[in-house]
């Protein structure tokens, strides 16, 4: 039987009253459910204790209270802290470090409401996690968080595991074989890339229950990082990102003939939701949405497809000695168009630097578009019409991110963001061409 929204009331009500004390037996009892039983099943749909839960909630909103000028000791009293030193404990079991050395290292986002439907599996005790990782006989690694260096968010489905791995976890069985297979596949072209490590039992991957847990030792170099590109050499290292993404692309070229893979249909997906939805979003002039249709339409059966990456950001580029030398995963690679990829990743880069109004930061965005498609170009040659369809593709994916974070509370910071790049690439729509 399906509790999801009898837990949702639950984790919607905690939400509602976390200055004020919330006891298990009051949930329990606004459920129906006797306290054993709730128990149990707050955990099974979310991952954790009820008790425990909660308390990650309550630090969670008071360290963006305190990220946005509380005085700590005022929010701990809030949340239900009886002293400061109380919640210094507290936080500091949750996060293995202090708040104010949290805060140097991250900007915490506006906490938003956990929905069981849109989430999934939510969250995973650390007790679990070493029960998981006893499949590897590594349960005595030190368990830190990690944070996509991209929006700043935590992650829920990844955890670095000692000084050198990353535990993963996930329903989408299908999407890890194809990380594995294409990651497999780099290393033996010689790019770098995040390969498993087998378990006791010699198997890719663990299953429990119906989700898979897979341990990956990180590869040599470091995330690229957005701000990287606007300092010194930053034309040059975004030609290196251009250039490794198209050798990239080669690699994957050989791939798809090995095996079947479902082909993404981008102009669907634009005028069945992404269209519609990010003009319920936001103001678009009706005639710039016309002729980008239309256009569209018109240039996209002439555009390559062949196995792609898909959602490239920066942070999945690594950097070694300067340069781009390979990628962190590969778990949304698809058959599309394959101009999408560097469009993608340059959207990125600006997503992550956006400042509005910022015609200097802008224009040198600019040139970093430019070179990471120059670098691509140069490995595998882009066709007259692929470079005729640039500014469209950096529309759709503008459109296809406005729709999407616009659909959830989690997304508001980044959906704003994103609407107001679109604006602004449409008012600049003739840097998005290829000179």
């Keep these: 039987m399906d509790y999801r929204d009898t837990i949702q009331e639950s984790l919607d009500y ?6 004020t004390e919330i006891t298990a037996e009051e949930l329990s009892s606004r459920a129906g459910f006797s306290l054993f039983y709730f128990y149990r099943l707050f955990q099974s749909q979310v991952g954790m204790p009820v008790m425990q839960y909660i308390l990650r909630r309550r630090l969670v909103h008071a360290i963006y209270d305190i990220s946005c000028g509380a005085k700590m000791v005022d929010a701990a009293l809030r949340y239900g802290f009886d002293t400061h030193a109380g919640f210094f404990r507290a936080f500091r079991r949750e996060y293995d470090c202090s708040p104010s050395n949290y ?29 998981i990782l006893s499949h590897w006989g590594m349960e005595q690694e030190k368990i830190s968080s990690f944070y996509y260096e991209s929006s700043g968010f935590k992650s829920d489905r990844c955890w670095y595991v000692g000084e050198n791995y990353l535990l993963k976890t996930g329903e989408n069985l299908p999407a890890l074989k194809r990380h594995l297979e294409v990651s497999e596949a780099v290393r033996q072209a010689g790019l ?3 390969v ?10 663990i299953m429990d229950e119906d989700t898979y847990f897979c341990l990956t030792r990180m590869p040599e170099g470091e995330f690229l990082l957005a701000r990287d590109l606007y300092a010194e050499q930053g034309n040059s290292k975004a030609r290196y990102v251009g250039e490794i993404l198209g050798q990239l692309h080669l690699i994957m ?17 634009i005028k069945g939701w992404a269209l519609p939805g990010a003009r319920r979003a936001m103001e678009l002039p009706n005639e710039f949405c016309s002729e980008f249709e239309k256009g569209l339409e018109a240039l996209y059966p002439m555009l390559p497809v062949q196995l792609i990456h898909h959602n490239p950001t920066p942070s999945d580029f690594l950097i ?19 101009l999408f990829d560097p469009c993608y990743v ?10 509005d109004g910022n015609e200097e930061k802008l224009r040198q965005w600019g040139l970093l578009y430019q070179n990471i498609l120059r670098g691509y170009d140069s490995v595998n040659p882009l066709s007259a019409k692929e470079k005729e369809a640039l500014p469209y593709i950096v529309f759709s994916i503008q459109m296809i991110c406005v729709a999407y974070f616009s659909e959830s509370e989690k997304y508001a910071e980044l959906a704003e963001i994103n609407q107001k790049m679109l604006r602004q690439l449409i008012t600049h729509r003739d840097m998005l061409t290829l000179e």
């Design 192 to 194: 770098e890339a995040a």
């Design 320 to 338: 070694r000695q300067g340069k781009p030398a390979g990628f962190i995963e590969f778990e949304n690679t698809e058959k599309a168009i394959r």
């Design 253 to 269: 070229k050989d791939m798809e003939e090995q095996e079947e893979y479902q082909e993404d249909d981008l102009l669907a997906c």
């Design 346 to 355: 340059s959207t990125g880069i600006l997503s992550e630097s956006f400042e």
């Design 196 to 205: 498993y490590v087998p378990a006791k039992n010699g198997e890719k991957y």
């Design 14 to 19: 905690i939400e509602d009253n976390l200055d």
């Design 103 to 131: 805060l140097k290292r991250h900007k915490p986002k506006r906490p938003y409401r956990i929905n069981l439907r849109q989430e999934g599996h939510v969250m995973l005790t650390q007790k679990k996690i070493k029960e």
